[in-house]
Nanobody, 123 residues
Framework: QVQLVESGGGSAQTGGSLRLSCAAS??????????MGWWRQSPGKLREGVAA???????SSSDSAKGRFTSSLDNALNTVYLQMHSLKPDAAGMYYC???????????????WGQGTQVTVSS
């Protein structure tokens, strides 16, 4: 059984920062062999991968996230973070924490998912 619980969403102004957290309750196999990260669903848009990290600390991110959004992992707390800086209005949406074998798998909806946390960015 995999449980992913997101927190930290909210409102920010353009140029501001937010940090999202995802507390994971999962098996050692899942934690060690799956990517964990963040996917965004915005109104009228396809689900988009933002950033992900594996248990060894290797990261993946979308082109739009590079340089502004960073995923990190606290193995002691089984928690994945997404630090977002220099927010723009197009970063708004529902952010889902997911665990999947690959970045592409999660973008296609496979793997395990949390309930999501809403991010709004005002100009």
């Amino acid at each position: 059984q995999v449980q992913l619980v997101e927190s930290g969403g909210g409102s920010a102004q353009t140029g501001g920062s937010l940090r999202l957290s995802c507390a994971a309750s999962t098996s050692e196999y899942i934690y060690s062999n799956y990517l964990m990260g963040w996917w965004r669903q915005s109104p009228g848009k396809l689900r988009e991968g933002v950033a992900a990290i594996d248990s060894k600390g290797s990261t993946s991110s979308s082109d739009s996230a590079k340089g502004r959004f960073t995923s990190s992992l606290d193995n002691a707390l089984n928690t994945v973070y997404l630090q977002m800086h220099s927010l723009k209005p197009d970063a708004a949406g529902m952010y889902y924490c997911a665990a999947a074998r690959t970045f592409t798998d999660a973008t296609r909806g496979r793997g395990y998912w949390g309930q999501g946390t809403q991010v709004t960015v005002s100009s």
